[in-house]
């Protein structure tokens, strides 16, 4: 196999394009894919300060790699949600690579902010991927919040965008799906930090692909907690589809993209304003946020 | 004979197939779950594997 560009030994297939690319011209390409993103969706640009959600996994640490080398403003947030053996692991990592490049890094724990840890919720029966989503990203805009950012970048890649569409179309969560896009939330207030996702069209193994080539570091170990069931067979169900017919998840991102206006329009008519939480004053739809209703149901 | 390592398993095999995606299947291994590095450079799938070899396995999909 050839690469599409210079006819060198391909490092990398990318058969929903029916190319291939040796390791220089895959990195050119991927860095091209990456920029595009950002700027045909206006996510941000190098005025803006971004703050970057960060895990010490392949997506957020390339995200965090490339815009640091692009010369955006970012600085990095980790949440160290209290997981023994697995977020204890990944948050060296995350330090040293901060400090080797100069970022600043902030970290925010449950156990400060929330007076408790993911191991100790668990332990009380609660379902750990649940109550982790809600109070991650409570926290993630509170410390983007804090540090006066303009936008809050997250690394959600192609496949994580496609297996969230296909759930919300499965449930039948349209508002939800509403919600979705390059630029996440429909809410314009000051304590909401809009999230962007720069790396939506990268397949995940072009994420790994590119971590390895450019050396980024990452950590891979398995969350204990993670059981993600439903998730799951939607993965399966679209690599499968994808192996036999490449383009399909591409394809996917594209219709949904196209129809993402009209969705937004039909279901603005559905959002009220929002309140503040009465007992925390972060934003909700109803009267107490769905972080302080977890964290009630704990006690 | 050409050892696969990955994060799971690191195993010695025989040399059978031809190409990287032949191995792999001849050990149960499924090509789409894993980027291969041959002396920290990366392999397509069509790549021919010669005995002696030493393939690193990473996997695609976070387990976060």
Avoid: W
């Avoid at chain 1, 993600?228 to 949904?256: I, M, Q």
């Amino acid at each position: 196999m050839k690469c599409f560009k210079c006819g060198k030994k391909a490092a990398i297939e990318m058969p929903y394009a029916a190319k291939a690319y040796c390791e220089n011209h895959f990195m050119e390409v991927f860095e091209r894919r990456f920029k595009r993103t950002i700027t045909m969706n206006k996510l941000f640009d190098k005025r803006d300060k971004v703050a970057v959600g960060v895990s010490g996994g392949k997506d957020s640490m390339v995200m965090l790699f490339l815009l640091n080398k692009m010369g955006y403003n970012v600085e990095a947030i980790i949440i160290d949600e209290g997981i023994r053996g697995y977020r204890d692991k990944s948050l060296p990592l995350v330090k040293k690579f901060c400090a080797e490049n100069k970022i600043t890094l902030h970290i925010y724990s449950f156990e400060k902010e929330f007076k408790t840890t993911l191991d100790k919720i668990v332990k009380k029966g609660a379902l750990p991927c649940s109550y982790c989503g809600v109070l991650r990203r409570r926290l993630l805009n509170k410390a983007a919040r804090d540090i006066k950012a303009d936008v809050l970048a997250i690394g959600h890649n192609l496949d994580d965008e496609t297996q969230m569409i296909l759930m919300n179309l499965f449930r039948s969560e349209l508002i939800r799906l509403s919600r979705a896009g390059p630029t996440v939330g429909l809410v314009d207030d000051n304590k909401f930090v809009h999230r962007v996702k720069p790396l939506r069209e990268s397949p995940e193994r072009e994420n790994v692909a590119y971590a390895l080539v450019k050396g980024v570091p990452y950590e891979d170990i398995e969350c204990p907690y993670s059981k993600t069931a439903y998730r799951d067979s939607v993965r399966d169900a679209l690599n499968c589809l994808e192996t036999k017919h490449p383009g399909v998840k591409a394809g996917c991102l594209h219709s949904f993209d196209k129809l993402m206006p009209i969705l937004r329009d039909h279901y603005k008519k559905e959002k009220g304003k929002p309140n503040e939480c009465k007992e925390c004053g972060e934003l909700t739809s109803g009267e107490v946020c769905k972080a302080c209703e977890m964290l009630k149901s704990l006690l | 004979m050409i050892l696969i390592e990955s994060r799971d398993f690191n195993k010695k095999v025989k040399l059978k197939g031809k190409t990287l995606e032949e191995l792999l299947t001849e050990n149960s291994i499924n090509s789409d779950n894993f980027i291969a590095m041959r002396n920290g450079k990366l392999i397509t799938r069509d790549e021919k594997i010669r005995d002696g070899d030493s393939i690193k396995l990473f996997p695609v999909i976070s387990g976060g």
